[in-house]
């Protein structure tokens, strides 16, 4: 018996599976998807079986697998194909693909150990405290699969640094002295004014260790362990509470409904408070319902707790939410619940699309417009591409929503390769808030000089008056304030990347957001001496410094400083909520799904900066940010305004947002693609090299495109990407407009010695 696996080597990956034999010992216990470790030029590495067979047409000489890793596929059927499904729309490698899919923390060095979830005698036999999962004898192990298949005994990973990620030491006083020695009486008397105190709390209050060694000794005082806590916090308040679906919410939730069981995707464009995630909840209910299970999701969690406490508000304990922002062990175990099947809705974040989530009734993408759900490094994947593959797979829906569909996405409905279900009103018959656009050129020439117009300054007067709140949103990207030298113009750039670094006030330095160097700021021009260097440009924290000044106002901020804790936004979010402040200023995070029932205006500052960045999609971003955070006000009973400013507020993107008509602003997107050949006229792929050296980058460029000739598609470059630099890597790049996909995988393959990605439909920076 022969094994195809799919080795795990970096210098030389190929999208082939190598043949092994399977020794003796293994036969029946191998399964497809678990991983071994074999031989490969000397080296013992991972790989994943990817096929059994009884006979081979290798021509070089068979050698044996070493170890069997997993008793229990880590990978099942599903799951092996959606690897082979990405590398088939993306240019990668398999085992890229596969690592991708496993959770990392899977990947990890195990110690592993067996769980019983059911008591017989065999059972006993395999879970003592004698015997350890290596220990366990060859010829038993055939015996304990079939335990696990069964369901009877579990596998536990767990980590090899376990003591340390996972519990506390705390420190319990058993019984209380008043004559000890000065030192050992103040952790005592410490211990008896406080409740669960870990022992790392006595030494940061510098009391003395070997003085808590001593009361530990004499058993005054005990050390005991306490798992951490790992259940995901929420700090968000639960809700539940389901809705009357109205007419077109309805119409909207009939259609997917008929189409349980069927792979069909719909796209449910419905303008920002129009109710599509109550259609969500009512259609996952009825999945439920049906003995089936949801995947639901969202682009960012952290940026969206209260998505997340309405999908567990209405499924409680069913529900895993799964996302980069967890730890290792904190995904590993909500993947373990997953796999156990104890749950049935799984809400996450890009990477939530790949859980172990069998039979699928209902797949939903919110936002889907969104480029979260594109995978920008590494191995490059769409969550949208994945999605459908398991739409198919399950014979399931897809539903993808959004105010402001990816332009692509609303033309694959008009084509009919997508269904469309719009709404057009918002759920509780408020209305669109009014958009005021308000050119700062104009305000200049008026005399004033402010970071605010006249309109927003009125409007927001009259907000604080009414008691009602404000967001601002400080459209930030690539732009944010620098410090700039008046005298020769010389702009403080990081030495280690091709960007200026950011200002920070509160703490007078300067940072670059691309590699986290900080500096502090010069006191005199580094290129002329001059000391007339200052800071320009408005960021969040300018205009939260501003808003204090001018208005008294209380301000929340959030930006990447203020949400670096953890749970650093739900927290923000929830002391708006509460009315805890009277404005919010932030960059593009404060835009998404957030629901104040207070908020009545909203002000965007800098509506066109993205405008100038290199990337076709730059205007589509632009009109999608400003529906997007239009759409956070004057949701409930009290009408909102919106106050637009830039200094390019003629551009359609701009314009376009104040009819809120999205067919609008689609025509004349898709007329600028035609014209420019972009997406979804032409297919644009992006090879991007980095290397030390620009010389060298450049010249295994035009090696490359040397090699591309052809008829078929147009080449341009190699030129040095928007950034040209990032950490001291040069980054020169190729961009290709072809008309289907082409295939790079043999560039890859041959380039394996620089870095090397290829990207289809890639963001430019
Ligand atoms: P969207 O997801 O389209 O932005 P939501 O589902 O968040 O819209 O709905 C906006 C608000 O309107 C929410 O507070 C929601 O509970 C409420 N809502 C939605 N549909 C209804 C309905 N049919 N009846 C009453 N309230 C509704
Ligand atoms: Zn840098
Ligand atoms: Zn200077």
Redesign the pocket.
């Known amino acids: 018996m022969y094994a195809n696996i799919i080795v795990d080597v970096s210098a030389k990956q190929v999208n082939r599976a190598f043949t092994y034999i399977i020794p003796e010992e293994m036969k029946g216990l191998i399964d497809v998807g678990c991983r071994v470790i074999v031989p490969f030029n000397h080296r013992k590495i991972m790989g994943i079986v990817v096929g059994i067979t009884d006979k081979y047409e290798e021509n070089y000489e068979l050698k044996e697998i070493i170890e069997l890793l997993d008793l229990v596929p880590i990978l099942n059927k599903e799951m092996l194909e959606i690897g082979y499904d990405m590398v088939n729309n993306n240019t990668g490698f398999l085992i890229e693909a596969f690592k991708t899919i496993i959770p990392s923390s899977l990947l990890m060095k195990y110690k592993k150990s067996l769980v019983k979830l059911n008591d017989n005698k065999l059972n006993e036999f395999f879970i003592s405290d004698k015997i350890s999962y290596d220990d366990i004898p060859t010829n038993l192990k055939n015996v304990l699969k079939e335990e696990i298949v069964k369901k009877n005994i579990e596998i536990v990973y767990e980590a090899v640094s376990k003591e340390k990620i996972l519990s506390d030491t705390y420190v319990k006083l058993n019984k209380y002295q008043f004559d000890l020695p000065n030192k050992q009486q103040e952790i005592v008397d410490y211990l008896l004014k406080n409740d669960d105190v870990k022992k790392s709390e006595i030494l940061e209050k510098g009391y003395s260790l070997s003085s808590l060694q001593t009361l530990t000794k004499k058993e005054i005082v005990s050390l005991y362990k306490k798992e951490k806590y790992r259940q995901i916090k929420d700090v968000y308040e639960i809700v539940n ?1 389901k ?4 007419f077109e ?1 309805q119409s909207c939730y009939d259609s997917i409904y008929d189409s349980l069981g069927n792979s069909e995707t719909f796209l449910l464009h ?11 909840l009512d259609i996952i209910e009825e999945v439920l319902n049906r003995g089936q299970n949801a995947i639901f999701l969202v682009p960012e969690i952290s940026l969206t707790p209260q998505m997340v406490s309405r999908v567990k508000g209405r499924f409680l304990n069913n529900v895993a939410v799964f996302h980069s922002g967890l730890s290792s062990e904190e995904k590993y175990d909500e993947w373990r619940r997953i796999f156990r099947d104890e749950v049935r809705v799984v809400v996450g974040a890009r990477s939530a699309i790949f859980v172990p989530l069998n039979n699928l009734g209902i797949i939903i993408i ?1 936002e889907e417009h969104e480029q979260s759900y594109k995978q920008d490094n590494g191995f490059r994947y769409n969550s949208k591409d994945v999605a459908l593959f398991r739409s198919k797979y399950h014979s399931c829906p897809l539903v993808l ?1 959004s ?1 402001t569909p990816d332009v692509i996405s609303y033309d694959k409905a008009l084509k009919k390769e997508y269904k469309l279900l719009e ?1 057009k009103k ?3 018959q408020s209305s669109l808030p009014k958009i005021h656009l308000v050119n700062m050129i104009d305000e200049l020439n008026n005399g004033n000089k402010t970071m605010f117009s006249n309109k927003l300054d009125e409007l927001i007067i009259d907000r604080l008056n009414k008691k009602e709140q404000i967001i601002l949103l400080i459209n930030r990207r690539g732009y944010s304030s620098f410090v700039l030298c008046r005298s020769c113009g010389e702009v403080i750039k990081c030495d280690s990347c091709d960007v200026s670094m950011t200002y920070h006030k509160h703490s007078d330095s300067l940072m670059c957001h691309y590699c986290g160097i900080k500096k502090d700021k010069p006191i005199k021009c580094p290129k002329c001496g001059s000391p007339k260097i200052k800071e320009v440009g408005v960021g969040t924290e300018q205009v939260s410094e501003y808003v204090k000044a001018r208005y008294n106002a209380r301000v929340l901020r959030m930006d990447a400083d203020t949400t670096t804790n953890k749970n650093a936004h739900a927290e923000i979010l929830n002391q708006f909520q509460l009315g805890e402040a009277d404005v919010l200023v932030g960059t593009q995070m404060i835009s998404k ?1 957030l ?1 104040f029932k207070n908020v009545t205006l909203v002000g965007m500052l800098m509506a066109d900066m993205i405008l100038k960045l290199p990337d076709y999609r730059n205007s589509e971003r632009t009109y999608q940010l400003i529906m997007q955070v239009a ?1 956070r006000c004057g ?2 009973e009290k009408n909102g305004d919106v106050v637009v400013q830039g200094y390019n507020t003629d551009h359609y993107s701009i314009t376009s947002s104040l009819s809120g008509n999205y067919v609008e602003f689609y025509e004349n997107e898709m007329r600028v693609r035609n014209m420019g050949k972009y997406p979804p006229y032409v297919k644009m792929t992006q090879i991007l090299i980095t290397h030390k050296d620009y010389k060298e980058a450049f010249k295994r460029a035009r090696e490359i495109v040397k090699e591309l000739k052809s008829d078929d598609c147009q080449i341009f470059g190699p030129a040095f990407a928007p950034i040209t630099k990032i950490k001291d890597n040069y980054r020169v790049h190729i961009m290709i407009k072809s008309k289907s996909k082409i295939d790079l995988l043999k560039i890859l393959e041959k380039n394996q010695d620089i870095n090397i990605y290829i990207d289809n439909d890639p963001i430019l920076i």
Not at 243 to 246: A, I, K, M, P, Q
Not at 274 to 280: A, F, L, P, R
């Open positions: 509470k809705v009357d679906l109205n919410q419905g303008v920002t408070g129009s109710g599509k995630t109550e259609i969500y919110d929503g105010a709404i918002r759920a509780n799904g629901d759409g949701r409930h």
